[in-house]
């Protein structure tokens, strides 16, 4: 909360706004309401707005459809393609339904039809379009941090929940001791292993990453303790392990639960005295190495369960780090994203591709078990499939389309009634699957949609909403 109101803030502080219309009237409403909070200037034209454009940068430019010369389609079209940083909001009385799909396709951030009676839901779109903008521009700070001071390149989120991890990801990262990194699949362990040896004072040595679960039982001991030439058939020379190529650095095994109780009490000795035996070998061979493991697994139960043993789990765990999934920081989702998209439309060759906020809302709302590795290849599988300038539902992999495209289809209904109408109908349905999430806990529907209890019950009375028949009651 407190940091979205530092965005807020930051942006009334610094918005510029460029409203054309040819109506004079229009333009004085939208100016009085509007130049107590941002830099407004106003085009009575499009031919004068892109002149202006081009002398002064704008982070939002509002524009009517239809106008004498010039009108909104082709000016929308200029903007997106000279100037694709700013947002363009779409407000006409007069517009087909043809030309604000149009309008979409293109890239308008929202349409909003005439005359607008609620000023106070324009605020409400500036704000969401500019904290976009924030999210991008913090992207790119974090993406500019140098070494000199704390690199967390690569770890993207602002949350409350991940600040707390990389809070203490600082506190430990120059300690010279084993850690224990667990998480889900999928949530970036691999990323904060390398991100406490780059915050390290071993960073100017190697940082040698092994995937336990990856090699074969009988190469695993070979592959990190390397080999004497002839211990085994295909061992036809002598081989240094990772703990040796490791040395002075830090070795990161992942998945460490996935190994026997015969390489435990190795990789234990190891541990415990800072030398490796090759496999063959008849000498004790020292390493200096700093070692992270991790694992996806409950691994108090793996040791109670008698698959791992409880002497290496304690000398692992000197230092304990979590690492959330993403269902627990979902205010990271846009951050996340945005900086996969920007990845992946270059990696595509699509740099006008931007994600409507249909598809944002779905991502945000998605349980995600494959957390941040399965968000990355649905955004790429989304930016490889668009075939205009945003990404749309039909864009995302089946299993996430198919699940939507029936609240999809049932909002399509929404164009045959009157604004008002569709209204209505938008917030019970949104009040009713809310509850439906929550299991009828009101304060968790409240925290989660940011509507204050009083109006969510307000809401509730309005569309004759029971909330018990949403409640679990087994």
Not at 79 to 94: D, Q
Not at 250 to 272: G, W
Not at 349 to 375: C, P
């Amino acid at each position: 909360m407190e940091n979205d109101i530092v965005q807020t803030e930051f942006f009334k502080q610094n918005a510029k706004i460029l409203i054309v219309d040819d109506e004079q009237d229009t333009l004085d409403i939208f100016r009085r309401h509007l130049e107590d909070e941002y830099d407004i200037d106003i085009a009575h034209s499009a031919e004068e707005a892109l002149e202006m454009l081009e002398n002064k940068t704008y982070h939002i430019a509002m524009t009517d459809m239809v106008m004498p010369g010039t009108g909104g389609i082709e000016l929308l079209t200029q903007i997106k393609k000279r100037w694709p940083h700013v947002a363009v909001v779409v407000i006409s009385g007069k517009a087909t339904i043809g030309m604000a799909v149009e309008a979409m396709k293109i890239g308008a951030e929202e349409f909003i039809e005439k005359p607008v009676e609620d000023l106070e839901l324009l605020k409400i779109i500036i704000t969401k379009i500019l904290k976009t903008r924030w999210q991008y521009e913090e992207i790119k700070r974090l993406r500019s941090i140098l070494a000199q001071g704390f690199d967390r390149t690569q770890i993207i989120g602002n949350s409350l929940t991940i600040q707390k991890v990389m809070e203490k990801v600082k506190r430990i990262a120059y300690l010279d001791t084993t850690i224990l990194i667990t998480g889900e699949t999928g949530v970036g362990k691999d990323l904060f292993a390398d991100l406490i040896y780059r915050n390290s004072k071993r960073k100017s040595h190697k940082f040698v990453a092994v995937n336990c679960g990856g090699l074969p039982e009988n190469l695993l001991e070979s592959m990190l303790f390397g080999h004497k030439k002839g211990s085994f058939t295909d061992a036809i020379r002598d081989k240094i392990g990772y703990f040796q190529e490791a040395d002075g650095g830090t070795l990161f095994l992942d998945e460490i639960t996935e190994t026997n109780k015969t390489f435990q009490v190795k990789l234990l000795r190891v541990l415990e005295q800072s030398t490796i035996r090759q496999v063959g070998g008849d000498m004790d061979i020292g390493v200096d190495v700093r070692v992270i493991a991790s694992t996806n697994k409950d691994i108090e139960k793996e040791v109670k369960d008698g698959n791992f043993r409880q002497d290496l789990y304690y000398r692992l765990n000197v230092i304990h780090l979590h690492i959330p999934p993403l269902r627990e920081r979902r205010e990271d989702i846009p951050l996340l994203t945005n900086a996969f998209v920007q990845e992946f439309r270059e990696k595509y060759d699509k740099s006008n591709l931007e994600i409507s906020d249909t598809v944002m809302s779905i991502l945000i709302s998605q349980e995600w078990e494959g957390n941040i590795r399965e968000l990355k290849n649905t955004i790429e599988h989304a930016v490889a499939m668009a075939t205009h300038n945003k990404i749309v539902l039909e864009d995302l992999p089946g299993n996430i389309y198919m699940r939507h495209e029936v609240v999809e289809n049932k909002s399509n209904h929404l164009t045959n009634l009157s604004f008002s109408e569709a209204k209505d109908a938008f917030e019970k349905n949104y009040v009713e699957e809310l509850l439906k999430k929550c299991d009828g806990d009101v304060s968790k529907a409240s925290e989660m949609s940011g509507i204050k209890r009083p109006n969510l019950y307000e809401k509730f009375n309005k569309h004759n909403i029971d909330v018990n028949t949403f409640r679990n009651n087994s």
